[in-house]
């Protein structure tokens, strides 16, 4: 009979942080994504926005009119700068989730390759108790036993 894997417990645990950690570098990475388009946006908004400004300026501008653009364009400058420092944080976070993943991946591997050892060997204590059984029954059954009717 085949002895269970001692550190099967163990095994079963690391699979299911290393499922655990997958799933939040998965997290991690749409979450970088998604900071990173809105960072984009931000600054397409803002070139379309200079745009209108560079066109609103050759036709003339009021005082008031310069001043509102001029606000709102230090208004989107600062939403990318903060944008961009979440983009940064994001980044930063995603590194740290590929460490960690790569991290758990390597405990489940040293556990899994115990675990492989371990089978192979049940394996190979198997085959030599059916391969000692097969021998005796051969031995016991050759061809210097005659059977009698």
Do not use: C
């Not at 388009?37 to 005082?63: H, I, K, M, V």
């Not at 903060?82 to 991290?103: L, M, N, P």
Request: proline share 3%; aromatic share 6%.
């Amino acid at each position: 009979m085949t002895k269970p894997f001692n550190l099967q417990p163990l095994l079963d645990l690391m699979q299911t942080r290393a499922d655990e950690s997958t799933r939040r570098l998965g997290q991690l990475i749409a979450a970088e994504q998604s900071a990173k388009s809105r960072l984009q946006l931000l600054e397409q908004y803002r070139d379309e926005y200079a745009q209108r400004y560079r066109e609103a300026a050759a036709q003339g501008l009021t005082r008031t009119a310069l001043r509102n653009f001029q606000d709102f364009m230090a208004r989107i400058d600062d939403a990318i700068v903060q944008q961009g420092r979440v983009v940064a944080d994001s980044e930063r976070s995603t590194a740290a989730g590929q460490d960690a993943w790569r991290e758990q991946n390597k405990r489940l591997k040293a556990i899994d390759t115990l675990s492989q050892r371990h089978d192979a060997r049940e394996r190979y204590r198997e085959n030599r108790q059916e391969q000692k059984e097969q021998d005796e029954f051969a031995a016991r059954s050759g061809p210097g036993k005659t059977e009698t009717p």
